[in-house]
């Protein structure tokens, strides 16, 4: 009896010794999984997307179109886009990385088209908006990111073609629109019809002028593309050494096994109790079954 007593105890102790390595492991990997997450913080926040009437920065390349009409032809059409990366980085020296920053981007010929600097010390943000010569994109993009701590970066690139095309379409309309009526300005007519053909010559105008300025970015003096920085202040974070990870899972694992080693030893003796009292239940009824008999 005494060697199956010892044979079940030490089944049984192989059991919670797995289940305690099973615990440890556990809690090691996610020490690691955790820790990742958190460092990362959430930088999905585009503080550049709440900012209305932000500077567009257009770019050209040549596009090379060959068609059948009569002769075989090759002709060259400059192919609009925008181009935009965004960059989101911290740092804990952030007055040293703000100067590092605006000299890297003078060093490229950008230019900062839009600065908003928000906080206290200690919880300062740098946001700017870069326009840069599309050669130089690729070249200031990676620079920047030689900066604080890089926590994100996107590169978007956009076809504007068919925009460009369309607003040059407009202005071919609103110009002969303007003529006709500049035309009709010239003939005799009554003075209310004068007044109102002024005012209606007045709003073609300023459309005119609006669509201008639009297709003003369009230019190719003014083609950028666009880099969206933003800078937060913040401590450096510490890499978590090996023996702190295994300190950590094991005061965990420690913890939580005596709470389920507990709980599965009262559990346990309750369902004892429990079998013993639905035993001792049955031996009375059966006292009673013979005693009626």
Request: net charge positive.
């Amino acid at each position: 009896m005494t060697s199956t007593f010892k044979t079940r105890f030490w089944k049984t102790s192989k059991w919670f010794v797995l289940l305690f390595i099973l615990l440890f492991i556990f809690r090691f990997i996610y020490g690691f999984v955790a820790t990742d997450t958190t460092t990362q913080g959430d930088y999905s926040d585009n503080f550049f997307n709440s900012i209305d009437n932000l500077r567009k920065n257009y770019a050209s390349e040549k596009m090379i179109i060959k068609g059948d009409v009569q002769a075989s032809s090759t002709m060259a059409s400059n192919q609009k886009f925008e181009k935009t990366a965004s960059i989101k980085s911290k740092t804990s020296e952030f007055e040293k990385d703000e100067k590092t920053l605006k000299a890297r981007a003078k060093s490229y010929n950008a230019v900062i088209q839009y600065e908003q600097n928000l906080g206290q010390k200690g919880n300062r943000q740098i946001h700017l908006l870069i326009g840069v010569n599309p050669t130089l994109f690729d070249s200031l993009y990676v620079a920047l990111q030689k900066i604080g701590t890089i926590k994100a970066t996107e590169i978007t690139k956009v076809d504007k073609t068919n925009e460009y095309r369309q607003l040059n379409a407009k202005k071919t309309s609103i110009e002969k629109t303007l003529q006709n009526l500049n035309d009709l300005k010239s003939k005799g007519g009554q003075i209310a019809d004068f007044v109102a053909l002024n005012d209606k010559i007045l709003e073609i105008e300023e459309k005119a002028q609006e669509l201008g300025v639009e297709l003003g970015n369009f230019d190719t003096e003014n083609e950028f593309c666009t880099v969206k920085l933003s800078m937060y202040e913040g401590a450096t974070e510490k890499n978590i050494s090996l023996f702190q990870r295994i300190k950590v899972a094991l005061e965990w694992t420690i913890k939580y096994f005596a709470l389920l080693t507990v709980t599965i030893f009262v559990v346990s003796l309750s369902i004892f109790v429990f079998l013993l009292i639905v035993d001792k239940l049955k031996i009375i009824s059966t006292i009673t079954n013979k005693l009626n008999q």
